[in-house]
């Protein structure tokens, strides 16, 4: 059978829209299908979107985000319905919206089933995967079924567990892939970046270092295999192991994507972070001492944040010196508690999936108001990734660091230019 699997696009530029990196889902189960005997094709929109006037297939298998929901919609509806497959995050929390637009919904991890839903031996509309127990079984991702992906050496996607052992409130990942922590053996996970074409990795795992044991042996093998330059996504509490800290420094971790999410106390206990601000300073300073660079993510908009919020988090990226940061706008993901709580307090004004991508107010907020919130973090982006910013990093020879702050800056000149009617907020006061 031919199979086309496709990831749709962002839907607005966002920090993000310009690294076109895929989604693993879609990689893991074309891999599957194509080593079962099918033909497959995968489609990254952002990486080169299919001609679909001329697209063939018999079956289309399309894997939304809740912020490319609308767009996956858009593309389910250029096929007849019984040709087409929707799974992925968003799908596997509203598996009912989803079905309008496809014959089967999958929820969950569908490697275990996706098989026989291609082959018409699971008929249900909405199939439900298990969790993948043993991720060493899992073939690795085929990069070359993906339309357009580079042949010369880019920072290729790894994951290496699934799963995360926290509940943030506004976090949909445990709702997804669960609270057990699963893993890859070392083993596996180095034959897998030995066969790459490139020496730069991102390993996407949400907690990257939730179980220290086991990302210890990993990067004891990653020293003795000279795999050294990667980014990971970690939690502060990491750097109160001094002894890993080191180690992943000599295993050549250059970038950490830390959760940060607020410098307000109050906010990172509603938000159920399990951390303190003290933590935050310690492991900021912990990984610049090893020159590891630090890409801090902040959540703004909960209960507790006020206009001030966001000034004293722009103060303290400033102050503390990290490299580049995320501020995110608090957005109440479907499944997750923060969704439950402002739902029931009828305080979303919008389910327009396309502006779920963490860049958009969405919701009422507490303490100030919805366009408050929107303006004071689009001025506070526009401070930390300026033009006079980029250029004093550039002048004390931080070239990186200067080459990023240039791209942010003109990724939020493109957003503001595109958003400056801010028309979805025209509904509320
Ligand atoms: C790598 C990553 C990124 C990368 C690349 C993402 C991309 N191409 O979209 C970057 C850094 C660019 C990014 C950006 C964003 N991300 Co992101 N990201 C991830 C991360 C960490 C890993 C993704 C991954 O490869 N997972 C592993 C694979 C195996 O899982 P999977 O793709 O979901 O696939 C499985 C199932 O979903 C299902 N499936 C998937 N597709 C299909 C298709 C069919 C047909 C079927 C049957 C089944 C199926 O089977 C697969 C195998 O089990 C996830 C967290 C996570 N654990 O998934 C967050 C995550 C996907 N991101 C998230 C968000 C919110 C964003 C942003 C909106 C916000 C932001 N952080 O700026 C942007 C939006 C980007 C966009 N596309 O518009 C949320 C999405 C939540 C939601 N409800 O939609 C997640 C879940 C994290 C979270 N904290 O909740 N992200
Ligand atoms: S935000 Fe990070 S630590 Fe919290 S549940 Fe999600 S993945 Fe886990």
Known sequence: MKIVLIEPRGSEANVYSKISMPLLGPVYLGTILKNRGHEVEIYNENIQAPDYARLNADVIGISILTSTAKRGYEIAKKFPKEKVVIGGVHASLLPAEAIEFARQVVVGEAEDVIIDVVEGRRLE??????????????????????????????????????????????????????REYRFRSAQDIIVEMRSRNTKQFFFCDDNFTAHPKRTRILLGQMIKNKLSNWACQVRCDVAKDRELLDMMARAGCKVVCVGFESV???????????????????????????????????????????????????????????????????????????????????????????????????FNPNLLSAKELQQSVTRAYTKFYSLYRSLSLLLGFHYRNAMFRFMGYVIIKQWIRRNQSMRWLAQVA
């Not at 509309?125 to 993906?146: M, T």
């Not at 790894?158 to 445990?174: A, H, L, N, Q, Y």
């Not at 103060?315 to 029931?344: C, N, S």
Request: charged residues 25%.
């Open 125 to 178: 509309p909405i199939v439900y995967g298990k969790p993948v127990e043993d991720l060493d079984a899992l073939p690795h991702p085929d990069f070359s079924l993906i339309k357009g992906f580079p042949t010369a050496p880019t920072v290729v996607p790894v994951s290496t567990s699934r799963g995360c052992p926290f509940d943030c409130s506004f976090c949909s990942v445990t709702k997804m892939f669960g």
């Open 264 to 362: 307000n106390p109050m906010t990172l206990a509603a938000y159920r972070k399990k951390q303190t601000i003290e933590e935050i300073v310690g492991a900021i300073r912990s990984f610049h001492k090893r020159k590891i660079k630090i890409h801090g993510m902040f959540v703004l908009g909960g209960e507790d944040d006020n206009k001030n919020t966001v000034w004293e988090t722009l103060r303290f990226a400033i102050k503390e010196r990290i490299d580049t940061i995320q501020m995110m706008i608090l957005t109440p993901l479907p499944g997750t508690k923060v969704y439950e709580t402002l739902e029931a307090q009828k305080r979303i004004f919008t389910k327009d999936w396309n502006l779920y991508d963490g860049q958009h107010v969405v």
